[in-house]
């Protein structure tokens, strides 16, 4: 195994006991609203600095952008890693067994690395760019379905940017009546695994952060699947508007999206 995942892997193991031993016991750790519905829990400060701390116990002189403590670490490294401590923090104070810890490794802002845990159902997703995908050592490739009939697709409301909801559930309604069914789990992270493994036929979401989906993309794309914005265009990097699923797949998503009519909110 490359040496640096190895050791992503081992942090990703030690945030997940954590994850494991506290979720839904809410009196056990306390929780706080950083902006409206967007929590934070002890427990998520704890599992980023064990990830954090193996990190930079190995690579001395790496950065580190993190959802709770920011930019850590050489802010100038070539290598920067990219964690989510918990990706779905509501699903790990609620008790919802649907939660997962994300590690993304860029080197020249190119991902390298991705590792997504979900230790409840102790699923280990890995990446390393040009290797192939991972889920607990065995290789995955993303579903073979060729359109979106019978199709199920992992999508989330955007919770972040309520002036998009009107928008968002115009397209949702498409969305709705040209798949089989869709999915809302509440962890991104997982949504883009699922994608890799066949679970998920295509995933779509608004406004995600880097540390969202930097490791479920690079996990995702490495078994075989696009990634795109809502305009088919690699720029999700940036908005953090993703459209996903094997190439059919996501054609087909980007026809129910329709560029041409694509509301300005959602581009
Ligand atoms: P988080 O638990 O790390 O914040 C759910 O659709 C996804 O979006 C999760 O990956 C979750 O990540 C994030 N999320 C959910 N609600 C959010 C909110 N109100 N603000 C910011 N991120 C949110
Ligand atoms: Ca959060
Ligand atoms: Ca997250
Ligand atoms: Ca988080």
């Not at 829990?41 to 001395?60: A, G, M, N, W, Y």
Request: charged share 20%; glycine share 10%; aromatic share 8%.
């Amino acid at each position: 195994m490359h040496p640096m995942l190895n050791i992503a892997v081992r942090a990703a193991r030690a945030a997940g006991n954590l994850i494991a031993r506290n979720i839904g016991q809410q009196d056990t750790f306390e929780v706080a609203t950083k902006n409206k519905d967007d929590l934070v829990t002890s427990i998520d400060k704890q599992c980023e600095k064990v990830i954090v701390d193996t990190l930079l116990k190995s690579f001395r002189d790496h950065g580190i952008i993190a959802e709770e403590g920011g930019v850590q670490g050489n802010p100038d490294s070539e290598y920067q890693w990219i964690i989510d401590p918990i990706d779905g923090t509501t699903n790990f104070v609620q008790g919802i067994p649907h939660c997962a810890v994300s590690i993304a490794l860029r080197h020249n802002g190119k991902t390298e690395i991705g590792v997504v845990f979900d230790p409840m159902a102790n699923e280990m997703f890995t990446a390393a760019r040009g290797s192939g995908a991972f889920l607990n050592g065995r290789r995955i490739r993303v579903g073979s379905r060729d359109s979106l009939d019978g199709a199920i697709i992992g999508t989330a409301f955007p919770t972040r940017y309520r002036d998009r909801m009107h928008a968002y559930l115009e397209l949702f309604s498409r969305l709705i009546s040209n798949c089989a069914d869709v999915r809302r789990m509440g962890a991104a992270s997982l949504d883009l695994c699922y994608v890799a493994c066949g679970r998920f036929d295509g995933y779509l979401e608004q406004g995600l952060k880097a540390w969202d989906f930097s490791a479920g993309d690079l996990i995702l794309r490495e078994a075989g699947g696009i990634v795109t914005d809502f305009m088919g265009e690699p720029n999700y990097v940036k908005s953090g508007n993703v459209v996903s699923g094997n190439p059919k797949v996501l054609r087909a998503l980007l026809q129910v999206c329709d560029v041409q009519n694509l509301p300005a909110i959602l581009k």
